[in-house]
């Protein structure tokens, strides 16, 4: 495969690579790096930039409109299966109609081949990708979620043209793969206005460092209840999956599994991120570029939880981070 198809394979951390392309180059990929900043409404008191959204069946629903600045994202997943909600911001000129038909029709061919062991048609399939997919730029949002849960992510968004995507596999099928031909499947188009949404930077209980080195918590501690952690991306790496480190929470139950909830996390394999997941997924945040901060909420009961990354084999990476809630 060639250095254009390899660089578009990895800018579909949005709709999921293959294990055809272990081998490939990565080459020469830029992140662009928004700037954070408070928003404040007049006269100084502050308020929420709320986005609503949810998750029924294999379908987005919710606003596609939201004032700029510190924008909260809240996913209820209303669906039986696991969801998230990975932020792209769109390149000039890309509408959600051609990511559907250019990025997602021809991945779905390319690990259905996969699947039927024919990597070298596979890979045929992903250099018909559109080299302005390396010019996407993923922007957090909500984690991985099971079915019934909720929880919120905030991010600094610009203004701009951006979409919401989910590409959990059900079946050996994407989320983002269409129903119809030329139809988009789990997406969701997103208008951020030059209109500033007037809301503070929120506060954290607890402040997650996400890097190469791993996951570190670096100050607060959880309670019960309502946690909000601050996540600092101090550097993003691409990984041989091709996507970046984030933070997904799991309960660890006394059955959980660690080494399959690690191997699941990885989609090369034909099982990884296919419905159901091997835990309870409870939130977190989707990757985003370095040096950025992005803030998520979840809901813990006393007990024990883990902090777990979409990468292979997390725990190698120590991107799976145990942690316990006290009474």
């Given at each position: 495969?060639?250095?254009?198809a390899?660089?578009?394979?990895?800018?579909?951390?949005?709709?999921?690579?293959?294990?055809?392309?272990?081998?490939?180059?990565?080459?020469?990929?830029?992140?662009?790096?928004?700037?954070?900043?408070d928003?404040?409404?007049?006269?100084?008191?502050?308020?929420?930039?709320?986005?609503?959204?949810?998750a029924?069946?294999m379908?987005?629903?919710?606003?596609?409109?939201?004032?700029?600045?510190?924008?909260?994202?809240r996913?209820?997943?209303?669906?039986?299966?696991?969801?998230?909600?990975?932020?792209?911001?769109?390149?000039?000129?890309?509408?959600?109609?051609?990511?559907?038909?250019?990025?997602?029709?021809?991945?779905?061919?390319?690990?259905?081949?996969?699947?039927?062991?024919?990597?070298?048609?596979?890979?045929?399939?992903?250099?018909a990708?559109?080299?302005?997919?390396?010019?996407?730029?993923?922007?957090?949002?909500?984690?991985l979620?099971?079915?019934?849960?909720?929880?919120?992510?905030?991010?600094?968004?610009?203004?701009?043209?951006?979409?919401?995507?989910?590409?959990?596999k059900?079946?050996?099928?994407?989320?983002?793969?269409g129903p119809?031909?030329g139809?988009?499947g789990?997406?969701?188009?997103?208008?951020?206005?030059?209109k500033?949404?007037?809301?503070?930077?929120?506060?954290?209980?607890?402040?997650?460092?996400?890097?190469?080195?791993?996951?570190?918590?670096?100050?607060?501690?959880?309670?019960?209840?309502?946690?909000?952690i601050?996540a600092?991306?101090?550097?993003?790496?691409?990984?041989?999956?091709?996507?970046?480190?984030?933070?997904?929470?799991?309960?660890?139950?006394?059955?959980?599994?660690?080494?399959?909830?690690?191997?699941?996390?990885?989609?090369?394999?034909?099982?990884?991120?296919?419905?159901?997941?091997?835990?309870?997924?409870?939130?977190?945040?989707?990757?985003?570029?370095?040096?950025?901060?992005?803030?998520?909420?979840?809901?813990?009961?006393?007990?024990?939880?883990?902090?777990?990354?979409?990468?292979?084999?997390?725990?190698?990476?120590?991107?799976?981070?145990?942690?316990?809630?006290?009474?």
């Amino acid at each position: 495969m060639d250095q254009r198809a390899a660089k578009t394979v990895r800018n579909r951390a949005s709709l999921t690579a293959t294990a055809v392309i272990f081998a490939a180059a990565i080459a020469g990929l830029a992140i662009s790096q928004p700037v954070s900043a408070d928003g404040a409404a007049e006269g100084g008191a502050s308020t929420r930039n709320l986005l609503e959204l949810r998750a029924v069946g294999m379908r987005f629903e919710g606003p596609h409109e939201i004032p700029s600045g510190w924008v909260t994202i809240r996913l209820d997943n209303l669906s039986g299966m696991e969801h998230f909600a990975l932020i792209d911001r769109l390149p000039p000129g890309v509408t959600v109609e051609m990511m559907a038909s250019e990025v997602a029709v021809p991945f779905q061919r390319g690990m259905d081949l996969i699947n039927a062991g024919e990597p070298e048609a596979a890979g045929e399939a992903f250099g018909a990708l559109p080299e302005w997919m390396g010019d996407i730029v993923y922007m957090g949002g909500p984690g991985l979620l099971s079915a019934g849960k909720s929880a919120d992510a905030t991010v600094y968004l610009e203004p701009g043209r951006y979409m919401i995507e989910c590409y959990i596999k059900t079946n050996g099928i994407f989320h983002t793969t269409g129903p119809q031909p030329g139809q988009p499947g789990m997406v969701h188009e997103l208008v951020v206005t030059d209109k500033p949404g007037g809301a503070a930077e929120p506060d954290a209980n607890v402040t997650l460092a996400i890097s190469t080195a791993g996951f570190e918590i670096v100050a607060g501690e959880f309670r019960p209840g309502r946690n909000t952690i601050r996540a600092n991306f101090r550097d993003q790496h691409i990984y041989p999956n091709f996507v970046g480190h984030d933070a997904h929470v799991i309960r660890v139950d006394e059955d959980t599994d660690l080494e399959a909830v690690a191997a699941w996390m990885d989609w090369r394999d034909p099982k990884g991120f296919e419905t159901p997941a091997p835990a309870v997924f409870l939130g977190g945040v989707n990757d985003m570029p370095a040096g950025t901060t992005t803030y998520f909420s979840v809901d813990l009961e006393p007990g024990d939880y883990a902090f777990v990354a979409e990468v292979p084999a997390p725990h190698e990476h120590g991107l799976l981070l145990r942690f316990a809630v006290a009474e």
